[in-house]
């Protein structure tokens, strides 16, 4: 296993279009994030699931925003009508649940430009 | 809700150079991970710190938290210009491991 693979890496779209990125995690983890990442700042938490079950979602996950995690594996995220606030790099993460932290390891990420 | 405050905001150095950035929280850190990130790409997992007073390095690269577990220090030793990237500090507040994180370190390592 590579690690977490994100798809696609760059998505140029016009305003009012519908996206969906994609995200595989590493094989063994059960839980993945996302995270939203605009320039010049850190990464912020959009939402995460364990297995296929969504358990939290940020504020900033708008009413545009769906993300699912169908058989436990693979996610994606969808945005629609997509506005230029969107603009941003939209980063995966996967982790090993256990009773204590342990690491998440991040994707290359999906650099969203809205026109 | 958790706030992490890193400095220096950038920093150029000069290749062989050692070099520190501190992460400071604004509660408890149960978790505190270190990421560099090359610009427009993803983050790198460099480590991961849970238990106060607790140093780990990898290569040259040493990290610290705190006794009070509030703190983290990342340093680096005889800097090379593979370095140069953001150095973010992310906390868990708890087993969840969902990330807060600061805004980075810009790190610039010159010949």
């Known amino acids: 296993d590579t690690g977490v693979s994100q798809d696609p890496r760059h998505k140029i779209t016009k305003r009012g279009q519908n996206v969906t990125f994609r995200c595989d995690p590493i094989s063994e983890h059960n839980r993945l994030y996302w995270y939203r990442q605009t320039l010049g700042q850190g990464p912020e938490f959009l939402t995460y699931f364990q297995n296929e079950a969504q358990l939290e979602k940020s504020r900033l996950l708008s009413d545009r925003f769906s993300a699912e995690r169908p058989k436990g594996s693979f996610s994606t995220l969808e945005i629609q009508r997509t506005e230029q606030g969107d603009s941003a790099m939209y980063l995966c993460a996967s982790s090993l649940a256990r009773v204590t932290n342990t690491e998440a390891f991040f994707g290359q990420g999906t650099r969203l430009t809205v026109v | 809700s958790q706030e992490l405050e890193q400095s220096p905001q950038s920093l150029i150095v000069q290749e062989g150079k050692n070099l520190t950035i501190n992460c400071t929280s604004s509660k408890t850190l149960y978790g505190l991970y270190w990421y560099k990130q090359k610009y427009g790409e993803g983050l790198i997992f460099l480590m991961m710190?849970?238990?106060?007073?607790e140093e780990k390095s990898h290569e040259k690269i040493t990290a610290k938290l705190d006794e009070k577990k509030q703190q983290s220090s990342l340093h680096i030793t005889a800097s090379q210009p593979s370095h140069a990237g953001i150095y973010l500090c992310?906390?868990?507040?708890?087993?969840?491991?969902?990330?807060?994180f600061g805004t980075g370190t810009r790190l610039q390592v010159t010949l």
């Open positions: 992310g906390a868990a507040p708890g087993t969840a491991s969902k990330l807060t």
């Open positions: 710190l849970q238990k106060g007073g």
